[in-house]
């Protein structure tokens, strides 16, 4: 399996931009998709963005045309570049790597990182 450390969170005002990497270390061969999922206070985990191996992305509607989700297969990091930031994008981010591992699928989750954006 894999292990993720994600980096990039912080505060910023509405409207500003910020950009998230997530670096992945261990069984890099075994992953199939890698993406963003974000907690709110008092909300579930929701989706953000995903991108597989073969370059598809998927995105949550409120984020669309807002957020880019992005691989650097070289580097084995996943990035969400984030802009036009509104304060309901305030949450703690999780980077997740899914895929199968001798036989069996996996879903390894980062530590997450906090994003505020204030209004």
């Known amino acids: 399996q894999v292990q993720l450390v994600e980096s990039g969170g912080g505060l910023v005002q509405a409207g500003g931009s910020l950009r998230l990497s997530c670096a992945a270390s261990?069984?890099?061969?075994?992953?199939?998709?890698m993406g963003w999922f974000r907690q709110a206070p008092g909300n579930r985990r929701e989706l953000v963005a995903t991108?597989?191996?073969?370059?598809?992305?998927n995105y949550a509607d409120s984020v669309k045309g807002r957020f880019t989700v992005s691989r650097d297969y070289a580097k084995n990091t996943v990035s969400l570049q984030m802009n036009s930031l509104k304060p309901e994008d305030t949450a703690v981010y999780y980077c997740?790597?899914?895929?199968?591992?001798?036989?069996?699928?996996?879903?390894?989750w980062g530590q997450g990182t906090q994003v505020t954006v204030s209004s």
């Open positions: 997740n790597a899914g895929g199968r591992f001798n036989g069996s699928p996996y879903l390894n």
């Open positions: 261990g069984s890099i061969f075994s992953i199939n998709s």
């Open positions: 991108v597989t191996s073969g370059g598809s992305t």
